[in-house]
C-alpha cells in the first residue's frame, strides 16, 4: 500500500510564509506527477500546484508568483513554499502523488487527509 502525508500548516498573518511537505511512502515502483490541492470552506477542491518528475511545474493563477513547488524525487517527497500570503490562502491542503506500485501497470492517484492552512488578516 502507498501512505502519503503531509506536514506544515499552521496559523499564519496576512504577508507571512509557510513551507509545506509531503512524503509518499510504501510499495512504490515509481512516482509520475505530485501535486497540492486546497479547499476552502464551502468551495470545490482546486489544484494549486503541480510538478512531474521531470520538474515541469504548473500552478494556479491566484498563486502563481507567490507559492513555489519542488520535488526530491529520491524521498519521494514534494514541497509547497507559500509566501505573501493571503486570507483567501486559507484551506486545507491536500498533497496527491500519481503512484505506480510494485504490483500495479498502471499510475493511480494517491491522497494525504490534508493540512489546514489559515491566514489571519
Known amino acids: 500500500q502507498v501512505q502519503v502525508v503531509e506536514s506544515g500548516g499552521g496559523l499564519v498573518q496576512a504577508g507571512g510564509s509557510l513551507r509545506l511537505s509531503c512524503a509518499a511512502s510504501?510499495?512504490?515502483?515509481?512516482?509520475?506527477?505530485m501535486g497540492w490541492y486546497r479547499q476552502a470552506p464551502g468551495k470545490q477542491r482546486e489544484l494549486v500546484a503541480a510538478i512531474t518528475s521531470g520538474g515541469s511545474t504548473n500552478y494556479a493563477d491566484s498563486v502563481k508568483g507567490r507559492f513555489t513547488i519542488s520535488r526530491e524525487n529520491a524521498k519521494n517527497t514534494v514541497y509547497l513554499q507559500m509566501n505573501r500570503l493571503k486570507p483567501e490562502d486559507t484551506a486545507v491542503y491536500y498533497c496527491?502523488?500519481?503512484?505506480?506500485?510494485?504490483?500495479?501497470?498502471?499510475?493511480?492517484?494517491?491522497w494525504g487527509k490534508g493540512t489546514l492552512v489559515t491566514v489571519s488578516s
Open positions: 510504501g510499495s512504490i515502483f515509481s512516482i509520475n506527477a
Open positions: 496527491n502523488a500519481g503512484v505506480k506500485t510494485f504490483a500495479s501497470i498502471i499510475y493511480a492517484d494517491y
